[in-house]
């Protein structure tokens, strides 16, 4: 594979992950690994391990964007990834005793309604509003609704971005972005997790792809992340939805289409 095609699909694949994590919190395993998969033949297995370790950097980046802007609960954020993190596991041993599901395209379907629900429905919750919620209460509620995105994480493999993204904003009652904020605050510890075990697992993958795919994921979240910070709630909710079902459409193409 020559050095001008890496360049080519990385650029863009960590365009559209970049673009997804900075902001909507969304995981770069739902973009990246795709592309790598259909156009430079990359083993499943380590393109995910790619995707996720794009998703480090990014993630961290935009959380600290997001935090320095004041629009980050980190307190709340901590326990909800603690309770993804351990739910995971258990979401991923059950998957293992129970037969194969046709759930693979679970995290894209999601990408493209959520898309539709900020576009139609946006989330205009305010932060004085957000503020008035018990603390208690959303200490629970975190921990528990943590527990069923890391259940459902580990059981279908994808998903989790856009799954902590709707609890935020649906049922803790953040606004956006608070909610991505803390989202992509748990997503870099999550995706740390993950492409660790997999570069353990599977081995290293080829590393100018490597380098290339975090590379561009990283500038191109940090750019979204700035936008989406100095932005509008009702120009966030746009933006947000019309890029979720853009990559969403991407997405479902590759694995529908290219396969």
Not at 15 to 25: E, H, P, R, S, V
Not at 130 to 158: H, N, T, W, Y
Not at 172 to 191: D, P, Q
Not at 212 to 240: P, Q, Y
Request: hydrophobic share 55%; with cysteine; aromatic share 10%.
């Amino acid at each position: 594979m020559d050095l001008l095609t890496k360049i080519i699909v990385t650029f863009f694949a960590g365009m559209g992950a970049g673009l997804g994590t900075g902001f909507a919190g969304m995981s770069a395993a739902a973009v990246i690994s795709p592309m790598l998969i259909t156009f430079l033949g990359m083993d499943p297995y380590l393109a995910v391990g790619v995707a996720l370790s794009s998703d480090v950097l990014a993630s961290a980046v935009s959380s600290y964007t997001y935090g320095k802007n004041k629009n980050l609960d980190i307190k709340n954020g901590i326990l909800m990834m603690l309770s993804v993190l351990c739910f995971t596991v258990v979401g991923s041993y059950v998957s293992s005793l129970v037969p194969a599901t046709a759930m693979g395209s679970f995290s894209v379907f999601m990408t493209l309604l959520l898309g539709i629900k900020f576009i139609v429905k946006p989330v205009m919750t305010s932060k004085e509003d957000m503020e008035k919620a018990d603390p208690k209460k959303r200490a629970v509620q975190s921990l528990v609704c943590g527990a069923l995105v890391g259940f459902i994480c580990g059981f279908v493999g994808a998903g989790g971005g856009m799954m902590m993204l709707l609890i935020l904003t649906s049922v803790l009652g953040y606004e956006l972005k608070t909610a991505v904020g803390t989202s992509v605050f748990i997503m870099t510890f999550t995706a740390f997790t993950g492409a660790a075990s997999h570069f353990v697992l599977g081995g290293l993958p080829d590393m100018t792809t490597w380098f290339l795919s975090v590379l561009f994921t990283f500038l191109f979240a940090r750019i979204a992340a700035v936008i989406a910070n100095k932005a509008s709630a009702k120009t966030l909710n746009r933006v947000t939805g019309i890029i979720l079902v853009i990559l969403g459409g991407v997405v479902l193409f590759f694995n529908f289409f290219m396969k």
